[in-house]
């Protein structure tokens, strides 16, 4: 079973900006490379900050509007929001401990 969300350009207020809880949004698409690579880790860190951060994912390809608003130039790309905006991004594949270490710092904050 799934942790992250998939979302659309028609869910991402929804889930997104209108999220009581920070959000985490993998962008990807299906002939990435290194999206494939993160995408077990990405399901693991759903389920480990699960109630703390929403995890969420969203196929570029699919929902182009909404990557070209956020401005994404490479894939993959994690970008974080709090309260709707934008606190902070990593572009490229991390590690676990990377992807960890962005998130305790954003919900410590």
Do not use: H, R
Request: charged share 25%.
């Amino acid at each position: 079973m799934s942790n992250a969300v998939n979302i659309t350009t028609q869910s991402w207020d929804e889930e997104v900006v209108q999220s009581t809880i920070p959000v985490m949004v993998d962008f990807w698409a299906a002939w990435c490379g290194p999206c494939k690579m993160i995408a077990p880790t990405i399901e693991e860190l759903a389920g480990e900050y699960e109630g703390q951060l929403k995890v969420c994912k969203l196929n570029t390809d699919e929902n182009p509007e909404i990557a070209s608003q956020n401005q994404i130039m490479g894939i993959p790309s994690l970008l974080f929001f709090k309260e709707g905006k934008l606190v902070d991004k990593i572009v490229g594949a991390a590690s676990k401990k990377q992807f960890k270490e962005k998130i305790d710092s954003i919900l410590s904050k």
